[in-house]
Nanobody, 128 residues
Framework: VQLQASGGGLVQAGGSLRVSCAAS????????MGWFRQAPGEEREFVSA????????GYADSVKGRFTISRDNAKSMVYLQMNSLKPEDTAVYYC??????????????????????WGQGTQVTVSS
């Protein structure tokens, strides 16, 4: 299984960026997907998640209303559109996958331990 995150970069505060995650080696439509981020010296934290069908999603309070998660099962891709970026959004962004029938079954998971597979991360830097 490979999860390849891309699309990170340097953007000014107030700007937008879309990060993508390409999945391979798994039946993508059977996996709930999540985005996490980790800033230097901080723990990896939940950002957003989307169910296997795309019918459910969830966001951390810190990004609600600014970030939008989506997926394309035909392309085995998950996206995170980030708008109104703030310097505190600066972090390495990771995508993660959780088998949808893993017990306990739930569409949206916010803990790191809930996910089986992780990508390598993409750096997002927001300048003030």
């Amino acid at each position: 299984v490979q999860l390849q995150a891309s699309g990170g970069g340097l953007v000014q505060a107030g700007g937008s960026l879309r990060v993508s995650c390409a999945a391979s080696g798994l039946i993508f439509s059977s996996y709930n997907m999540g985005w996490f981020r980790q800033a230097p010296g901080e723990e990896r934290e939940f950002v957003s998640a989307i169910s296997w069908s795309g019918g459910s999603n969830g966001y951390a309070d810190s990004v609600k209303g600014r970030f939008t998660i989506s997926r394309d099962n035909a392309k085995s891709m998950v996206y995170l559109q980030m708008n109104s970026l703030k310097p505190e959004d600066t972090a390495v962004y990771y995508c993660a996958a959780r088998y949808r029938l893993r017990m306990p079954v739930r569409d949206i998971s916010t803990s790191r331990e809930a996910y089986e597979y992780w990508g390598q991360g993409t750096q997002v830097t927001v300048s003030s």
